[in-house]
C-alpha cells in the first residue's frame, strides 16, 4: 500500500485527491491523532514522532510513505531521507507535501511575490522560504502563521460568523507585507476546509494554491517515472484507516476531511 500519514485529520484533504487521481492504488491512512498537534512541538519531537510512524508503516508492507503533513514535511522529512532510509531499506520512500508545493509557485506567480499561510510551526521552520528559493531564486516569499485556523477546523467552527475575524485578519496581515503577492499557498491540509472564507477576504487576481491536487499530480509524476516503485504497489482499490487515539472519535471527524464515512482501527505504537 501507499502509506499517508499526518499527526491529524487534516492529511485526509489529501488522501481524498489521491483517491480522485489515482482510484487504483491501495491506500493506508495513518493519523497519529492521540499526539497532535505536531505544530507546536520541537523539532526533535517532531523527527522522533513521525520516524516512529513511518517505521509502522513500513512494517505494515508500505513500500511508500507520503507524509501528508506539512510540520512533518518541514520538521522531519529531510532527516529522514539523509540518514534513516538507508538503514531501513533501499527500496522504500517517504516523500512530503512542500517541494510540490514549491514547485508549483514558479508555474503560476507572475510577480515574484508569494505568500504563504501556515501554521507557526511550519512558518518558524521557513522550509517554504528555503524550497521555493532553491527552485525560483527570484521569487520573493511572505509568510503568515495563522495558529487558530486548525483549532476552528477540528472544532467545527470553520464556517461559523465568528471563523471570519480569523480569517480575515491574517490574509490582511500577510497581504500588507507585499501589494504584489500574485499566489497565496494554503501550508496546511487543514485549511481547504476554509477555503470559502479564504476566498472571500483574498482579492479577485490572486490565485490560492491547495496542497490536495497539487500533491496528488506529484504522486502521479513520480509513479509514472518510479516504475520499479510503482511495479510494487497494490491496485486493489483497497482504502485502510488507521489512529492511535479512538476510532469513533476519527470516524466522526475523519469524513468531514475525507468527504465520505471511514472505518477506522486503533494501533498501539
Known sequence: MIGVFDSGYG??????????????????YFG???????????????????LECV???????CRLVILACNTA???????????????????????????????AVGKYTRTGHVGVLGTVGTVQSLS????????????????EACPMWVPLVESDEHRSDGADYFVSKHINNLLLQSAKIDVIVLA???YPLLIEKIRKYVPP??????????????????????????????KDHVRMFQTTDSPELFDRYASRFFGEEVKSEKVNL
Do not use: W
Not at 11 to 28: I, N, S
Not at 55 to 61: A, N, Q, R, S, T
Not at 73 to 93: N, V, Y
Open 128 to 143: 517554504y522560504p528555503i524550497e521555493i528559493k532553491k527552485l525560483n531564486p527570484d521569487v520573493r516569499v511572505f509568510q
Open 11 to 28: 492529511g485526509l484533504t489529501v488522501l481524498k485527491e489521491f483517491v480522485k487521481r489515482l482510484p487504483e492504488y491501495d491506500y493506508c
Open 73 to 103: 514535511s518541514a520538521k522531519a522529512l529531510r532527516s529522514i531521507q539523509q540518514c534513516d532510509l538507508p538503514k531501513l531499506g533501499p527500496q522504500r520512500r517517504v516523500l512530503g507535501v512542500i517541494r510540490p508545493s514549491a514547485e
Open 205 to 234: 487576481g490572486i490565485r490560492i494554491l491547495s496542497q490536495g491536487a497539487i500533491v496528488a499530480e506529484s504522486l502521479a509524476d513520480y509513479l509514472h517515472r518510479h516504475t520499479e516503485m510503482d511495479n510494487m504497489l497494490g
Open 188 to 190: 496546511c491540509t487543514h
Open 32 to 50: 497519529d491523532n492521540a499526539r497532535t498537534p505536531y505544530g507546536s512541538r520541537s523539532f526533535e519531537t517532531v523527527y522522533r514522532y513521525t
Open 55 to 61: 517505521k509502522y508503516l513500513f512494517d505494515e508492507g
